[in-house]
């Protein structure tokens, strides 16, 4: 008996010992430093300012892989281990989305992307040109960790059928339940267990964060990198499903009294100083004009007025610039949802939402857009776009803003079939022979696509030389740009034929940049090195050109503007009374009215500085430029506008997701019937 008991003593305590080692437990442990490693990989290859993985983070990172998977060890052993492959699979494929998607639109997948990912077979091109060999490491162990798998399912199947007898007692059998019961007790409290050590791991460091250098993050509308910063990328992903399921099923989109109290006060000193009758003489004196209003693809401004290898590359724009308003520091303002960001910014004169797009989370939402205040004077209001109606959500969103008729791909003839759809120029053609049927005045807005990533022309309609830059994605990139030009030439001239160039003002945009970050072919471009501010300034400002029916007030405007201030602007040089509306941008004709541009990100200009934020979200981590020098400045002269620019994104924010302006204009109405 003493030698069994010490035979027993001796295998406990080599349980014990070996209990680490256990091949289950090893897995799991690999499980962990093998997604640990993968988001290492993502954060190495985001290239983001002032955000690395120090060891806080990788504690943050450890705990919220653990917090994915703590469950896993609630099932039965055989189950562990295709759970952790299945798991292995879904958390790599997550990781290799969201670089892949960042490395296009400098953000991650969020819930409200993700409703429009019906989109995605449309960026088959796109998504091909942003993938790199090396992101198959993403996936490299998922073959020997099935392989393993399979091998130990098996021995284990072999184990228990070489223990498995054909009959057994019913002490045994007790014995057995016993033993199930005490394996289910401790797999629970082993779970238990890894469930709170992976909330340590993970909340420690954020409330850490947030009640120190990172104070506000979860309650402002931060820029998605700031949240990642702090919450890691397992983190980003379960807030944003938090944050979701608030909005949509919450009280998320409930303000109090109070702040809607702050957002119409906000608006009523901004109304007060909205341009009237008689304050100039631009106010109204197109009144009743023709707007057509193109929204480029892709378009941006450094390509403006320059030549390369001796060719000019907007030979069109360039003359027509002779006789239009330029304006050299117009910003585009758009998020996550590019084009259709730009479309509700320039026409409705509110920022995009930090996470998804305007289009597909708030189409019933209520909203003061262009097309719908012209139509109150007497206009009838119109878009094309050569493209699926579906696509951004369009076919709801543009019947709610306004639009009497949205001519989209099923309206056009495909007789010139390049990149996603019809060529800009045939785009361009049968839209103006459309627009020359319509009852005048018309609102026209138009939304090219020839200049879409990847940017791919066929060689027969490339037409320049670009040297090196030949067979790149930024020398295509120029190729399409000038294609574009060229169907503005044309445009021109048809507008001209059809008797409607007089009656008409012409406005031309870019909608958002080319997501082409790398800095030595844009050097090698303009043929000049480049600064942070150059490269801040070059990817985030796009064309404004306005070309009034008489060709009058040409010139180059460098007031500082952005999207937002098209729509208050037009409505100036059509002397509609812009007050009643909620429209957050600036009148561009208005020069009382002080110019500040607030970017998505938190990015500002006022003419005399350039404020780029930390992707920390930190204000002093942040630089300001002095727009004379170019050279960095006290940080301190960007404070105020620091804080008005993060004030707006929130109003606008609140405005969106409360559908405040619903709620204002009945108020306004219910008053004006008292």
Wanted: aromatic share 12%; hydrophobic share 40%.
């Amino acid at each position: 008996m003493e030698s069994f008991n010490s035979g027993s003593q001796r295998q406990s305590w080599m349980q014990r010992l070996l209990w680490p080692f256990a091949p289950i437990r090893l897995m799991y442990l690999a499980f962990v430093i093998i997604i640990l490693e993968k988001l290492i990989y993502l954060q190495s290859n985001i290239h983001l300012p002032n955000i690395d993985m120090n060891d806080l983070d990788k504690v943050t990172a450890v705990g919220s892989i653990v917090l994915a998977s703590f469950w896993v060890i609630w099932l039965p052993k055989r189950g562990r281990i295709i759970a952790l492959i299945v798991l292995d699979l879904l958390l790599s494929f997550l990781i290799f989305a969201d670089l892949v998607y960042f490395r296009y639109f400098q953000d991650f997948i969020t819930i409200p992307v993700l409703m429009q990912a019906g989109q995605v077979e449309s960026l088959g091109g796109s998504i091909r040109e942003l993938l790199s060999a090396n992101d198959l490491w993403l996936f490299a162990d998922l073959l020997v960790l099935a392989v393993v798998g399979i091998v130990l399912l098996v021995l284990r199947i072999r184990r228990g059928r070489s223990h498995s007898t054909l009959t057994r007692s019913a002490s045994t059998y007790r014995s057995g339940m016993m033993s199930s019961r005490k394996r289910l007790t401790l797999g629970f409290t082993k779970g238990a267990m890894l469930f709170v050590l992976g909330c340590v791991m993970t909340f420690g460091p954020i409330k850490y964060a947030t009640s120190t250098w990172a104070t506000g993050l979860f309650v402002g509308n931060w820029w998605n990198m700031s949240l990642y910063n702090v919450t890691g990328l397992l983190g980003f992903h379960g807030y944003d499903i938090y944050r979701y399921a608030d909005d949509h099923f919450g009280n998320g989109n409930q303000l109090s009294a109070a702040q809607t109290d702050e957002i119409k006060q906000w608006f009523d000193a901004k109304q007060k100083g909205r341009a009237k009758a008689g304050d100039d003489k631009l106010f109204g004196a197109y009144k009743d004009s023709n707007v057509i209003v193109v929204q480029g693809e892709a378009f941006m401004n450094f390509v403006i007025g320059k030549s390369f290898n001796g060719q000019e590359i907007t030979p069109n724009i360039n003359r027509l610039m002779k006789e239009s308003m330029y304006f050299s520091q117009y910003y585009h303002q758009t998020g996550q949802g590019r084009t259709s960001d730009a479309d509700i910014g320039s026409n409705a004169s509110l920022h995009p939402l930090p996470t998804g797009s305007v289009f597909t989370r708030y189409a019933d939402h209520q909203y003061d857009t262009l097309p719908n205040i012209l139509s109150k004077q007497g206009y009838d209001s119109y878009v094309f776009h050569a493209y699926e109606p579906s696509f951004w959500n369009r076919s709801v969103m543009y019947q709610n803003m306004g639009y009497k008729k949205f001519f989209s791909k099923n309206d056009f003839t495909i007789d010139e079939p390049l990149g996603w759809s019809l060529g800009d120029k045939s785009f361009f053609r049968q839209s103006i022979e459309k627009m020359s049927t319509l009852q005048q005045p018309f609102y026209s807005f138009m939304i090219t696509l020839s200049s879409h990533h990847p940017y791919t022309l066929p060689p027969e309609v490339q037409e320049l030389d670009m040297g090196d830059l030949s067979g790149t994605t930024f020398g295509d990139y120029i190729q399409a740009l000038h294609y574009v030009d060229a169907a503005l030439g044309e445009m021109e001239s048809e507008l001209k034929e059809k008797g409607l160039w007089d009656k008409t003002i012409l406005v031309f945009y870019g909608d958002h940049d080319n997501s082409l970050k790398d800095k030595a072919p844009m050097e090698e471009f303009l043929g000049k090195s480049l600064s942070d501010l150059d490269m801040e300034q070059l990817m985030n400002q796009v064309p404004m050109l306005i070309h009034l029916p008489d060709g009058a007030h040409a010139g180059t405007y460098d007031i500082p503007a952005g999207q937002l201030d098209m729509t208050p602007s037009l409505l100036h040089l059509l002397g509609v009374n812009a007050s009643p509306y909620y429209l957050m941008g600036n009148d561009m004709f208005n020069q009382k009215e002080k110019k500040l541009v607030v970017l998505r990100t938190g990015a500002f200009s006022d003419g005399d500085i350039f404020y780029i934020p930390s992707a920390d979200g930190v204000f002093e981590h942040g630089t300001a430029y002095d727009l004379k020098t170019r050279q960095t400045t006290d940080i301190e002269r960007a404070r105020a506008g620091f804080e008005e620019a993060q004030k707006r994104l929130n109003i606008s924010d609140e405005l969106i997701t409360g559908d405040l302006i619903r709620e204002f204009h009945n108020e306004q109405a219910q008053a004006s019937t008292k």
